[in-house]
Every structure is written in C-alpha cells, then in structure tokens.
C-alpha cells in the first residue's frame, strides 16, 4: 500500500483526505470515523469529517494525527508547518510559514519541487514574465529590469527570478539574445496548486494596498461598494463577475495593438457579516 506524502502537498486537509482514502482502500473498514475513534474521540465520530471540512486543529490533536499518521521525524516537523501555513491568521504569519514550507522541502524524489514553491513566493516572478512579454531584456539588464517594476524590486531580487524562470522553463533567449516567455505553462501538482496560489494572491492584495498609499495617478482605478444582497443575488453577481473575467481574458487575447505595459487586476467579493434568517 502506497500512502501519500505530505511533502506533495500545501494543504494539510487535502493530504488527510487522501491519506484516509489510500488507507480504505486497503482496509475498507478505516473509515473517517475510525480516524476519530484512532484520535481517542470514540462517541465523537466526526471529529475528523470537521477537521477536513474546514475546523480549526489545535495543537493536542495535532501531536495526535502525527502519531495516527504515523509520520517520521521530518514529516512531522513539515507537517506542523504546514498546519500553521494553512491556519494562518495573518499574512505576516502565512509568509512565515510558507518560508519555512520552503526549506523543509527540498528533497527531490516529491512530486513538489522547491522551485514551485520559489516561483509563487514572490509577486514580482509573475510580473517579470509578462514585462519581458512587451520590452526587450538580456539576462544582463536585471538592474534596468528591477527598476522598470512597480513597486521596484532589488537587482539581485531580479537577477533570482530571471534565474528561476529560465529554470522552469517559463522564459528563454530568443535569437537576438533577448528574454522572451515561452509557451509553457508551470506545470504545478494540481493537489497542491491552490494553497500556492492564495499565497501569491495574498501578496498581490497588499499590492493594491501599497498603490493606494502612493502619489494619486489617472492610470490608477480604484472601486469599492458595500452592499446588502439575497442569495439569489449573490449568485447572480458571481456569475457576472465570472462571465466580466471572461470579457477579460478575451479582450487581452484579441488586442490588435502590440502590448507596452504590465497591470495587475484585483477583484474581490467577500462577506463582511454572516448569513441571517428570517
């Protein structure tokens, strides 16, 4: 029976989830509520359905699922890592976490490279691909690069991520010497994909932050609205706002004039109260 290895994964419930799939597999009788019967919450049995739906894991049964999981020394550590990762409360704490993620895994017989990781780590890596897209670059001119960036990023911050993008396959020389991307696409485990993404979500948000607080600018547009909404309507919003995302994609597809900048689009629709009833 081959178990999964949470070293291919950036979000601990997922890892549990296929964790417990692989071991039913072999032993039908392993069912979620035998995982809580295992954590020694016999007339609690869906303790463990909670944990994977989204509740919080304190640190007793933390120590409890390491041993039920039956990681070694390492697996442990960068499991409780990855617990902090994912149950983050500030962003400050998340990046911490994700650094940490980083450099417990590095061992290269996982699915998850450590350049995946590296690649999402900054908001820049992104944003570098798509400048070289629409301005000439060599290798060489990472000072020229990194100050053509806003916010501008270090020579050497720009000098990295040349590096790892080449690395990855993402850029590369065309024939007269300059950096262009290619057609490739990060190729990342989709099991672990959207804990990386949040992560680099999260850096793009704070980006926005920092724009608001910089000298006004008329290539700048901000909006904002506070609204009261039924269900029906807040499905209808999200379908709008996924058929505009559309519209997007396509109008950048379609643009007839070669592009000579690089923007950043953030939307956002969060709940700022829960669900009441009447």
Known sequence: MELPSPYDYNDFRRYLADW??????????????EVSRQLGLPRTRSYFTDILAGKRLSGTFLDRFILVVGLDKKEARYFRVLVR????????????????????????????????????RHWWNGAIRALLE???????????LAKDLTPPIT???????????????L???????????????????????????????????????RSLL???????????????????????????IERF?????????RDPDPANRVAQFTLSFIPLSRKTTT
């Open 20 to 33: 417990q799939t692989a071991r039913q597999a072999a032993d039908p009788e392993f069912s979620k509520s």
């Open 85 to 120: 990762f994912n149950q983050a409360e500030t962003p400050e704490e998340r990046e911490l976490s994700f650094d940490q993620l980083v450099a417990l895994n590095k061992t290269p017989r996982h699915g998850l490279e450590q350049k995946h990781y590296l690649y999402y």
């Open 134 to 144: 629409v301005a000439n670059y060599r290798v060489e001119d990472s000072g020229k």
């Open 155 to 169: 020579t050497g911050e720009a000098k990295e991520s040349l590096e790892l993008l080449q690395e990855l396959g």
């Open 171 to 209: 850029v590369a020389p065309n024939a007269k010497g300059f950096l262009k991307p290619t057609s490739r696409n990060l190729a990342t485990p989709e099991r672990s994909r959207d804990e990386l993404v949040r992560q680099l979500q999260i850096q793009q948000l704070e980006l926005a932050q």
């Open 214 to 240: 910089m000298p006004p600018s008329d290539d700048r547009r901000t909006f904002s609205n506070t609204i009261s909404v039924s269900d029906s309507g807040w499905d209808m919003i999200l379908q709008r």
């Open 245 to 253: 995302r559309e519209e997007l994609r396509s109008i950048v597809h």
